[in-house]
């Protein structure tokens, strides 16, 4: 399951897609259009400067921007860097130690085509895609 914090760094993402390029994007604006709280925001797009998907400037002008065109972010990389590994099940995690039933485990092999489902449907989905589908 998508938390709210995985939601909210999506919407965000979007919404700095939408402004025009090489414009920083106030914090305030952001948290307003979004109806996400300060605070709240701030935790998120702090994660984000951290990472390199999005560049903070402070001071007046100051603000947040993409740090690559829409086209280059995935909904999968964002989701998993507010969320952690979207893998379905602990054994599949990146960083999960090998588990010593998986030779003998008969539903590992169900639990690896969901993941590679789940992995191969966002990170199959741009930011630019999202963009462009309708609403409604």
């Given at each position: 399951m998508i938390s709210t914090k995985g939601r909210?760094?999506?919407?965000?993402?979007?919404?700095?897609?939408?402004?025009?390029?090489?414009t920083y994007t106030p914090l305030k604006e952001i948290a307003v259009r979004q109806e996400i709280s300060e605070k709240y925001l701030e935790i998120i797009l702090k994660n984000l400067v951290k990472e390199k998907f999005l560049r903070g400037l402070r001071g007046k002008g100051?603000?947040?921007?993409?740090?690559?065109?829409?086209?280059?972010?995935?909904?999968?990389?964002?989701?998993?860097?507010?969320e952690g590994p979207l893998a379905p099940v602990n054994c599949l995690r990146p960083d999960a130690e090998a588990c010593p039933r998986s030779s003998q485990c008969h539903t590992l092999p169900m639990w690896t085509?969901?993941?590679r489902l789940v992995h191969d449907f966002f990170y199959g989905i741009t930011l630019e895609d999202l963009l462009h589908e309708e609403t409604g």
């Open positions: 909210y760094a999506l919407r965000v993402m979007l919404d700095l897609a939408q402004q025009p390029e090489h100051g603000g947040y921007q993409l740090t690559r065109p829409p086209k280059d972010y995935r909904v999968g990389e964002i989701i998993e860097l507010a085509r969901f993941d």
